[in-house]
């Protein structure tokens, strides 16, 4: 809730509720209504408006694999002997605002790639990206970004497959304020506001479970039988 002014100096406390037929509509904290022109709002609340007000947007997210090309110097024999697979993972990102109302604020949208340890239940945060959005009339206010990360599954000495493939994605976009805007995920596990808010405090390959909560580095079997000796 804010101090709201139009041009003749009268104020109002009020929260934004919407943008109609070129009026701001209010809630004031009775729960009663106040309407002020676009042409009579006060140059800063028109400023407020514009750049603070985030607009309704759609976000949509599509995720493409592909294998990795082997460095050509290498020789194919050198890492054929045993299991060693790379995919490339690339997450597009389509932000595209629905509503008509101007907006030259900034958004900030980040990208969370995530994988699955074959040898255990826990997951893997691959790779992660962050980009400022601006929605303008040049781009037709839509922005598109990508994000990728490399998820390796190969075979160990002594024959255990180790490794992550890819499980999923979480997108978030956070309006001037800091909110979370819109929120996309392909993982059932992962909704929820604390979850979310634990994602976005890993680092890159950081191991979690489905509760988000941190878990040590798996080891492979032949490092857990030296340390016991």
Known sequence: ???????????????????????????????????????????????????????????????????????????RAAYEQ??????????????????????????????????????????RLCGKGASQIQLTEENRRAFTFETSADFRVYEEYNYDMRGVEYAGYLVVVIDPSGNKLAVRTNLPWLEGDEKIEAMRKFYVDAFFDENCQKRSVPRPRYYEGRREF
């Open 1 to 75: 809730m804010r101090i709201w002014e139009d041009t003749s100096g009268t104020q109002v406390k009020a929260d934004f509720v919407r943008e109609l037929f070129g009026s701001v509509e209010l809630r004031r904290p009775d729960g009663s209504r106040h309407s002020i022109p676009l042409e009579n709002l006060s140059a800063g609340d028109l400023k407020y408006l514009r750049t603070r007000i985030p607009p309704e947007i759609e976000l949509e997210v599509r995720t493409q694999s592909r294998a990795k090309e082997r460095n050509k110097n290498t020789t």
């Open 82 to 123: 045993f299991v060693d697979n790379i995919s490339v993972v690339t997450a597009t990102v389509n932000v595209r605002q629905k509503s008509s109302a101007a907006f030259g604020g900034i958004l900030r949208a980040e990208v969370y790639l995530i994988g699955k340890e074959v040898a255990t239940d826990d997951y």
